[in-house]
């Protein structure tokens, strides 16, 4: 029985000091050092580190300089035999070359003064007429296309439909609108054009000028969908007709008038209730090239050998890119999409590099992974996990992804800041479930939020960071993100709206849970099938 007791008490002292050792080295990250970081990542002269731009590779020569300073090893082999820390890849991109509008001596250019649906093509200048469509609108009712032949030609038309001085729409013959006035309609009205033999479909918007200009920065991002990049070369079907949305200044010089004959026509429509096509013409010149381009980028890998487990890798992973600059100039700084990631990153490397410098190395390999091409779908650590895996995938125990680990969001914002949603934990492996949960209320007590991890969540955030490309070869994987909140994907994601001290939690979390996982007997079991 003494023998027993003895024996159970050098147990609980060796946990004691195990947990003490994770607690003096997490506790070496700390939101100024997080904060210092990322003051270089998320400032002005890295241009919103867009991928395959010049910020981008700025960003990976910091990031390289900081794995090499903790002594964490480049593994990367390139053709001549040399390791670095750079994994460079070409992305192939097709995107937009000249892109401009010619009208009344004034040249309008993509995207900073006008929004294009869909994908098409006119590779040299072309000279096309233009003429007045009214609201575009094709009913029995009221229609625009009664007496106007609009073939080879580009239609001015106007967003909406026509309202009487009274109130009521034309249509609708009431205060109601008619679906000519919803979202929808927009597509409606250019395929009605398109059908009817338009050259091209300019649309005027209805918001005020300020409005549009807004909604011009909000879509620069979404637009980005017309800037396609892949991991090989790639075709794209394209048309010849192309959908504009416009203002109302862009507009009246395309038909070769002025705003205010403009609006008296369009008060013309809406005082008599007729259709008043054809009364405005013009000519423009076009041009709307698609290209072909290939950048390169990279992954930024470090790796820390482990002791008598290191042919089994744990992986800390976050996305270094982000969208770069906006039409109007405004730099997006991303720096919680997804510095705060990076930063964490970093500092868990220093944390693990200490610890092992100082005799309390992990038992298992670590490689703590910055890609890029997450903004333009994944694509970094697509080629990390499909096409040039470094390290063995079938040796990669788990993958602990971060991004956007420093903002409070909209559900959260005036209620809590000790917060983190957790995704993916309990998808393939219920002991990393257990780990995390464990981790947490043993060191860092934060709330655990598992909203997003509901496959029913319409958000779909598990498929929508980098974590997913390993989770879909089985390895298990865990994300952490603390949300989407007002600034995201815009200028406004700068370090001063940061919230270092839950950048720092969210941080510590991530390095015990990894803690754990390096140290622990054996390997995670992958025993969960989970959408």
Known sequence: ???????????????????????????????ADLEKHLRVLAADDMEGRETGKPGQRKAADYIAQQFAAEKLQPIVKSEEGKTGYLQPFKLYQKTWGDFYVKAAGKTYTYPKDFIVNGLFAVMEETPVETVFAGYGILTDQYNDYAKLNIQGKAVVIL??????????????????????????????????????????????????????????????????????????????????????????????????????KLQAAVAKINKTGKANSGALKGKINLKAERKDETLESSNVLGFLEGSDKKDEVVI?????????????????????????????????????????????????????????????????????????????LASTVCDLNIDMVGRVDDLHEGKSDNYIYVIGSDKLSSELHQISEDANRKYTMMELDYKYNDPNDPQRIYYRSDHYNFAKHKIPIIFYFNGLHADYHR?????????????????????????????????????????
């Not at 200028?491 to 390096?518: C, H, Q």
């Open 159 to 260: 967003e909406g439909e026509p309202k009487k001085a009274n109130g009521n729409y034309v249509i609708s013959n009431s205060t109601k609108p008619s679906d000519w006035s919803n979202e929808e309609s927009v597509r409606k009205k250019a395929l009605i054009a398109k059908d009817k033999g338009a050259e091209q479909v300019f649309i005027i918007s209805a918001e005020s000028p300020e409005a549009y200009r807004r909604l011009v920065a909000q879509r620069t991002a979404l637009m980005g969908r017309f800037n396609r990049m892949s991991l090989k070369p790639s075709m794209e079907k394209i048309g010849a007709v192309g959908t504009f949305l416009i203002t109302q200044e862009m507009g009246a010089d395309l038909l070769n008038t002025t705003p205010a």
């Open 316 to 392: 800390v992973s976050a996305h270094y890119d982000h969208i770069g600059i906006s039409a109007d100039g405004q730099v997006n700084n991303g720096a919680n999409d997804d510095g705060s990631g990076t930063v964490s990153v970093i500092e868990i490397a220093q944390a693990f590099a200490k610890a092992k410098a100082e005799g309390h190395g992990p038992r298992r390999s670590m490689l703590f992974l910055t890609v890029s091409g997450e903004e333009k779908g994944l694509l970094g650590s697509e080629y990390y996990t499909d096409m040039n895996p470094v390290l063995p």
């Open 1 to 31: 029985m003494t023998y027993l007791k003895y024996g159970v008490g050098l147990l609980f002292c060796c946990q004691l000091a195990t947990a003490q050792t994770a607690t003096d080295y997490a506790n070496t990250i700390l939101a």
């Open 491 to 531: 200028p406004g994601d700068d370090v001063e709206k940061m919230n270092f001290k839950l950048a720092e939690k969210s941080a510590r979390l991530v390095f015990y849970t990894a803690w754990e996982i390096v140290n622990r007997e054996n390997k995670l079991v992958v025993d969960s099938n989970k959408p």
